[in-house]
């Protein structure tokens, strides 16, 4: 069962976080399951960016991004080569590093 290592982040998980996970699962699933309220505003359906996340360790175990999840992240805030949007990330066996950005350009939330 794969884990999801979570850095610190100031406002989602302070003092960071390691989570397991089921293959299959997408990282923001997995975050918001384990109290890790990272923002969302497209109901997970790749419309937006708001739950981009940096995978700082374990990318190569993902399935590449596909054109939508490319072209969605071009509008990101603090893209990087290792940018995913957490709602379209999805896991295989290997654990994973993950860093939330410190921004999101983030219109509306899907928690009120």
């Not at 884990?3 to 990282?27: S, T």
């Not at 054109?67 to 603090?78: P, S, Y």
């Amino acid at each position: 069962m794969p884990k999801i290592i979570f850095l610190p982040h100031e406002k989602y998980c302070p003092e960071g976080a390691v989570v397991e996970a089921e293959p299959g699962e997408n990282i923001c699933e997995v975050a918001l399951r384990n109290g890790i309220e990272i923002e969302h505003a497209c109901e997970l359906s790749c419309a937006c960016t708001t739950c981009h996340v940096i995978v700082r360790s374990g990318a190569d175990s993902l399935e590449p991004p596909d054109e939508l999840e490319d072209d969605m992240l071009d509008k990101a805030w603090g893209l990087e080569p290792d940018s995913r949007l957490s709602c379209q990330a999805l896991l295989a066996d290997e654990d994973l590093v993950v860093e939330i950005p410190k921004y999101t350009i983030n219109l509306a939330s899907e928690r009120h």
